[in-house]
């Protein structure tokens, strides 16, 4: 089955609301990551966030170890906020990291 | 700023063809990774490498191989290519040295299409 499980599939935002994105492992991790996709663009990593929480600007990454779980939070959302955000996860050192399916978000003036 | 540069950008090419895709990082990282991103947008891992280790994903074809010049270099060849290898090749660098943890950082991909 799917080692990482990210909800929602997708979202629509006016632009101004807040949203969490949520990320679930099946299995104990060694690093995860957050990136941010365009459409047809490249990733653009936004944490690098095995344990704790960090913040950049507006998004807030947490992740919960023993839970096996990691959220994004973004606040006061933009219309350039819109695109995929995707999870991924290092089951074992150097073994390269495993992506969930992502969270396309759509965010509307 | 990109700092993983991919080329070429697309390449459109006929089943049993052969094709090379490149890979150079300017970050002096030690491992990089080549990944493939399949029309449902699931992006799997192929290759990690650097100076002392390749680790393959067993899932991985035999047609596919890695290819290092130096560190800061990876290509990907494709021996004779498939119908399904159609799909985005993006390839990864980190700064880990074997026991570290560490961010990795994406070049802007490789679309091939396989006729």
């Known amino acids: 089955g799917q080692q990482v499980q990210q909800s929602p599939a997708s979202l629509v935002l006016q632009e101004g609301e807040n949203a969490e994105l949520q990320c679930n492992f099946s299995?104990?991790?060694?690093?995860m990551q957050w990136f941010y996709q365009r459409p047809g663009g490249s990733l653009v990593s936004l944490f690098y966030?095995?344990?704790g929480t960090k913040q950049s600007g507006r998004l807030t990454s947490t992740t919960v170890i023993k839970e096996r779980r990691s959220s994004l939070h973004i606040s006061s959302s933009q219309t350039t906020d819109s695109g995929t955000y995707l999870c991924?996860?290092?089951?074992?050192?150097?073994?390269?990291?495993?992506f969930g399916l992502g969270t396309r978000v759509s965010v509307f003036p | 700023e990109t700092a993983v540069f991919q080329t070429p950008n697309y390449h459109v090419t006929q089943v049993g063809n052969e094709v090379s895709f490149n890979c150079k990082q300017t970050?002096?990282?030690?491992?990089m990774y080549w990944y493939k991103q399949d029309s449902k947008k699931l992006l799997k891992i192929m290759f990690s490498y650097n100076n002392k280790q390749l680790i393959v994903n067993e899932t991985v074809p035999r047609r596919f191989s890695p290819q290092s010049s130096d560190k800061a270099h990876l290509n990907l060849r494709i021996k004779s290519v498939e119908p399904e290898d159609s799909a985005v090749y993006l390839c990864a660098s980190s700064p880990r040295d074997w026991g570290g943890q560490d961010t990795q950082y994406f070049g802007p991909g490789t679309r091939l299409l396989v006729l």
């Open positions: 991924a996860m290092e089951p074992n050192y150097a073994q390269g990291l495993t």
């Open positions: 970050l002096g990282h030690d491992t």
């Open positions: 966030n095995p344990s």
């Open positions: 299995t104990s991790l060694n690093s």
